[in-house]
């Protein structure tokens, strides 16, 4: 228990000397220009090859993540690419293709084999009635939350998802050990599950590395853990060998009410239907449940964390993984929001479930 109140009290000190995000509203560079000020319109979901996005005046690299504007023109050299309006139509562009976006599907236009068309509602699939959130702009962390991820002090475990609202009846469970003195060290772990009375429901010994995300998912759901309508749950890691603390435990979590459920279980079927059926690739289903569950209308946030964890592998998706990782621990809060300025290096990788 001292080793944890060290822990915190020296995070405390540090980060009341120095604020997590830059001031609300300020941007990062180039936010300002007019360019800037359009309305977003869709954002890209996936790109196998090379594409382009003509933007601004300027040429630059098509990635997955990247919020695009009426008037943008995006190239596939080689490979393909797709995107989703924020209205909730997917499109997939293959190799020589040249788009221009207007703001919805219907207005925007398509080049290939020398010939201009308008598209229409054929050309795509819609994958959300009712729209798309792409997220917040990106912010700019300050240069000085990079000390925090040098704090040594005592070996501190900490809890990092689920946590908050969930919908997943078996989620993935992440924790971070914060101890990088050792080195990248592989340690064992003890997972432990409550259920709303402190009871304990189940006991896993599981591996991970130091410096790192890491994440087990059960086999199969533990006994006792129901994805029942507003039910609550509370867990913990610690390092193998530690006595098992007794009790609920400050990470914890609630499934969604009966509404919400029906609606995660529908979005995901949804979503995987058209994966199945080919209409939507790998890349992109992962990308549209991601945005679904950090939706600020479902506030699913714990959910998205596996379908980050396989977007940080795609072609150009480990930074934008990483920043939707940052943010969404900003909002978790207590020790967690230490993580978010650590998850942005490129050092930190995502262990996989």
């Not at 867990?235 to 979590?253: C, H, L, M, N």
């Not at 995660?264 to 569950?293: C, N």
């Not at 650590?342 to 050092?347: N, P, Y």
Request: hydrophobic share 40%.
């Amino acid at each position: 228990m001292k080793r944890h109140t060290m822990f915190i009290t020296v995070l405390t000190i540090m980060l009341t000397a120095v604020p997590a995000v830059a001031q609300e509203g300020a941007a990062t560079d180039g936010e300002n220009s007019p360019e800037a000020q359009q309305p977003d319109v869709a954002m890209v979901t996936s790109v196998s090859g090379t594409a382009t996005c003509f933007t601004g005046g300027e040429e630059l690299p098509l990635e997955l993540g990247v919020r695009l504007r009426e008037g943008d023109e995006i190239v596939v050299k080689s490979g393909r690419a797709a995107l989703v309006f924020l209205a909730g139509d997917y499109l997939a562009l293959s190799e020589g293709e040249r788009l221009t976006l207007g703001p919805s599907l219907e207005e925007s236009t398509v080049e290939q084999g020398g010939g201009t068309r308008g598209l229409s509602a054929d050309d795509g699939t819609n994958v959300a009635a009712g729209g798309v959130d792409a997220g917040r702009k990106r912010y700019r962390w300050q240069s000085q939350l990079a000390s925090v991820s040098s704090i040594r002090a005592d070996a501190a475990v900490i809890a990092v998802a689920p946590r908050l609202t969930i919908s997943d009846p078996n989620p993935v469970f992440c924790w971070f050990d914060t101890d990088t003195a050792s080195g990248d060290a592989e340690r064992a772990y003890t997972l432990v599950l409550y259920d709303a009375d402190g009871a304990r429901i189940a006991t896993q010994q599981v591996r991970g590395r130091v410096g790192v995300l890491n994440s087990h998912r059960f086999a199969a759901p533990p006994t006792g853990l129901t994805a029942a309508p507003r039910t609550h749950y509370s867990w913990t890691v610690i390092p193998a060998g530690e006595t098992i603390p007794e009790g609920r435990q400050d990470a914890s979590f609630v499934y969604v009410d009966e509404a919400g459920l029906a609606a995660a279980a529908a979005h995901r079927q949804r979503i995987a239907q058209l994966h199945e059926s080919g209409q939507v690739d790998d890349a992109s289903m992962h990308m549209l449940l991601s945005r679904y569950f950090l939706d600020e209308r479902e506030r699913l946030f714990a959910d998205a964390i596996p379908h980050l964890i396989v977007l940080q592998s795609q072609p150009g998706g480990g930074m934008y993984a990483r920043e939707q990782l940052a943010e969404m621990f900003l909002r978790f809060g207590n020790q967690v929001s230490v993580l978010a300025p650590r998850i942005l290096q490129s050092t930190v990788l995502l262990s996989a479930p």
